[in-house]
């Protein structure tokens, strides 16, 4: 009966350094799953951030568009409101910018001929 005891004893030993090996190890497991859940909220904090980043941008990019689409429609406007017939005499006043070219053009081609004569 007293081997019975010592086994026994023996067993409730090896129990109980079980024990606490699996308590040991569930204390590791619940510390690595408090530090997952803390990087999961972080990761979703910074997710937070990101998105209203985003939304500012996208919010400041439509002010800018709306900004430029005004201006485009005061452009027209204002292209609206100048005279026509300027548009109508450019073509004359390029040939007139041309005439005083060619004039030159002539002159020292004349200058050249006169040269190759003397």
Do not use: C, F, W, Y
Not at 21 to 41: M, T, V
Not at 66 to 92: T, Y
């Amino acid at each position: 009966m007293l081997t019975e005891l010592e086994t026994l004893s023996q067993n409730i030993g090896k129990l109980i350094a079980i024990s606490q090996r699996h308590n040991e190890a569930r204390l590791a497991l619940e510390e690595q799953l408090a530090q997952e859940r803390a990087e999961a909220e972080a990761t979703r904090t910074e997710l937070a951030m990101l998105r209203q980043e985003r939304d500012a941008l996208q919010a400041e990019r439509d002010a800018l568009s709306a900004k430029i689409d005004d201006a485009q429609v005061r452009l027209n406007a204002i292209l609206e409101k100048l005279p026509r017939a300027r548009a109508h005499s450019e073509p004359d006043n390029q040939l007139d910018l041309l005439e005083p070219a060619q004039k030159e053009t002539e002159a020292e081609s004349d200058v050249t001929r006169h040269g190759e004569n003397a």
